[in-house]
């Protein structure tokens, strides 16, 4: 199947510092990447839409401003957390969907956040 | 309510047995319909698509009811190797993200 990479994979930072995660779509190109978290036992909940090119959507209660997405190029998405905080450590996944005719969508590994 | 529900389990089965997952979904407008697995810490993967006439891949079977709003699978002669989570997941509109269930746990012992 298709590959999704991310990087970091797992990343440990201070209150108020930024991080940013990179998606990345190995070898095809993705209109539309998605933004998951997912908190200890919990299932998948969707950040936002990312669209090459354009401005994402948020889902409600996500703050743009805190999650600032970025979707420069049609293999690349990146996610940046500003001013982290401990309730933010979580387990950030990306996906890609594969064309436009298909709902199926390949997820990177995950990005394990944990902010002290 | 959520839109997509799964009993979370744990399952507990020796190998060899025979499991189903049940899964039911809020929205009738609802037009894709998959179960992914996801192991411990990782993301999650694309197990299989279920479609309404029902579908087979080895040893695992997806079942689709649409006027109930129910999806299962079944896992027949369960293996170690299926010890995972499996998420039951719907796709309400063409392009737009998945909704993803809260995942049933399986652990298959010898």
């Known amino acids: 199947g298709a590959v999704v990479s991310q990087h970091p994979s797992w990343v440990i930072c201070k209150s108020g510092t930024s991080v940013k995660i990179e998606c990345r779509s190995l070898?095809?190109?993705?209109?539309?990447m998605f933004w998951y978290r997912q908190f200890p036992k919990q299932s998948l909940m969707l950040m936002a839409t990312?669209?090459?090119?354009?401005?994402?959507?948020?889902e409600q209660g996500v703050e743009k401003d805190k999650f600032l997405i970025n979707h420069a190029s049609l293999t690349l998405s990146t996610l940046t957390v500003t001013s982290a905080h401990p309730e933010d450590s979580s387990f950030y996944i990306c996906?890609?969907?594969?064309?436009?005719?298909?709902?199926?969508?390949?997820f990177g590994p995950g990005t394990r956040l944990t902010v002290l | 309510r959520k839109e997509v529900e799964q009993d979370p389990g744990p399952f507990n089965v020796p190998e060899g047995a025979t499991v189903a997952f049940n899964c039911t979904y809020s929205?009738?407008?609802?037009?894709?319909f998959f179960w992914y697995r996801q192991d411990c810490r990782k993301e999650p993967k694309l197990l299989m698509s279920?479609?309404?006439s029902g579908n087979e891949d080895g040893r695992f079977t997806a079942q689709l009811n649409r006027a109930s709003q129910y999806i299962s699978l079944l896992i027949r002669d369960s293996k170690l190797s299926d010890s995972a989570t499996y998420l039951c997941?719907?796709?309400?509109?063409?392009?737009?993200?998945?909704?993803f269930g809260k995942g049933t746990s399986l652990l298959v012992t010898p």
């Open positions: 996906s890609a969907r594969v064309g436009t005719s298909t709902d199926t969508q390949y």
């Open positions: 070898d095809f190109q993705a209109t539309t």
């Open positions: 990312s669209n090459e090119g354009s401005k994402a959507t948020y």
């Open positions: 929205n009738s407008a609802s037009q894709s």
């Open positions: 279920v479609y309404s």
């Open positions: 997941v719907v796709n309400a509109y063409s392009g737009y993200a998945l909704n």
